[in-house]
Structures are given as structure tokens and as C-alpha cells.
């Protein structure tokens, strides 16, 4: 426990990073973000469809519109992340990604589904998803998950169920704690991430300066087999 504390530590008190590190995090980001804003475009059809097909016929053509909306979300974000702005500021592909094309999907299918019930689980996946693939810096993956509970409880004001419904309540305790674990769960995997690059980095330092060694042996031999 106590280190698990420690290391929470130091990821909140974490310095400025080198700027290798960076780059290979840019990359990482941007890169898993495209890769699953296309896979989303398959899986999110196939989610709608078949949960309103077989749970509720009667509200597919109302769920529709909203998924084609956020069909064209994920098109964006898959299109944006090669953009220099984006380049740049390469949490914002995520944070667009998670807190309004995803969560914008979560929200109306529960306004069309007349309150959210069990209607949980793309909340649940979509914090599984930031916490094992997308380890972002502890400020943006904050906003970013932190954007879910809220959002959940304002489409269940919606449709008329709020704080005084005993399932909106479970459901609001529920995924907000696991939005606590995933935040922490995502700072933890960038630790990982981190110090396995920089691990790398001393390596090649080091395998750059045996080179050097070995380039000044060569040189110097011949010059003390001639004198």
C-alpha cells in the first residue's frame, strides 16, 4: 500500500518530462487514438443496433440519428489527429474523443431509452479504454473521464429521473467510482510508459558512449603499433 501511495505521489508531483519522452507519448497517443476511433466506427453500430434491436425495437429509428452524429464524431477525431494544431496539443484528440463523440452516444440513447437503467456498460468501457490505452497526463485524463458521471446525471434529468431515483443514484455512485480507479489506473500505466522510455534512453546513451570507446581504441591502436 505504501507504495502504491508513493508512486500516485509522484505521478501528481511529476517534473517536466525530456523531450524524447514527449515525443514518444505524441506519438502513442495519437496514434491509439486513431486506431480507436476506427475500430469505434464498426463497434458502435453493432452496440446500437443490437441492444435496441433485441431490448427495444420500438425506439431503433429514434436511436438512429444520434448514432450516425457520432458516427461522423469518430471520423473527425480519426482525420484531426494527423493535423499539426492537433499535433501540438495531442490530449485534445482524446478528451474530444471520450468527453463529447462517445459520451454525446451514451447520453441521447438514454434520453431515447427514457432513462439509463442498465444502460452503463459504453460508460464502463470507455473508462477501461482511457486507463489501459490511452495514459494521458493527469490534468486532461480528468477532465476527459471526469465529464462521464455528470453527464450521465444530466441525461437522466432529462428524461425526468434525477438524485431522488434509487437507480440513477446506484448508477452515479457506481460509475463514478470506477471513473476514480480508471483515472488513477491510466497515471499508473503512464508511469509504466515512462520509465520504460527513459530506460531506453539511457540504454542508447550508454551504447552510444561503448561506440565512442571503442571508435577512440581503434584510432589510438595503430598510432601505438607505429611509434
Known amino acids: 500500500m505504501g507504495k502504491l501511495f508513493n508512486e500516485f505521489r509522484n505521478i501528481v508531483r511529476r517534473k517536466s518530462l525530456e523531450p524524447e519522452v514527449v515525443e514518444a507519448h505524441r506519438e502513442l497517443l495519437l ?47 480519426a482525420w484531426c489527429v494527423s493535423r499539426p494544431f492537433f499535433r501540438r496539443h495531442y490530449h485534445l484528440p482524446v478528451f474530444i474523443l471520450v468527453a463529447f463523440v462517445t459520451n454525446f452516444a451514451e447520453s441521447t440513447l438514454i434520453a431515447v431509452l427514457g432513462g439509463g437503467g442498465n444502460f452503463l456498460f459504453p460508460d464502463l468501457l470507455m473508462n477501461f479504454g482511457v486507463a489501459t ?41 457506481y460509475l463514478t467510482d470506477v471513473t476514480v480507479m480508471a483515472v488513477i489506473g491510466s497515471q499508473i500505466i503512464l508511469s509504466l510508459f515512462i520509465r520504460e522510455k527513459r530506460s531506453q534512453l539511457k540504454l542508447r546513451d550508454a551504447n552510444e558512449k561503448l561506440q565512442s570507446l571503442d571508435q577512440a581504441k581503434s584510432a589510438f591502436l595503430p598510432m601505438s603499433v607505429t611509434s
Open 133 to 173: 490505452f490511452l495514459p494521458g497526463n493527469l490534468f486532461w485524463i480528468a477532465a476527459t473521464l471526469g465529464a462521464l458521471p455528470p453527464t450521465y446525471l444530466l441525461a437522466e434529468w432529462v428524461t425526468g429521473r434525477g438524485l431522488h431515483n434509487e437507480v440513477v443514484v446506484s448508477n452515479l455512485i
Open 31 to 77: 496514434n491509439r487514438t486513431r486506431s480507436i476511433s476506427l475500430i469505434a466506427l464498426g463497434v458502435l453500430p453493432f452496440t446500437v443496433l443490437a441492444y435496441f434491436y433485441f431490448a427495444h425495437r420500438e425506439l431503433l429509428i429514434k436511436a438512429l440519428p444520434f448514432m450516425a452524429i457520432s458516427e461522423l464524431g469518430l471520423v473527425f477525431i
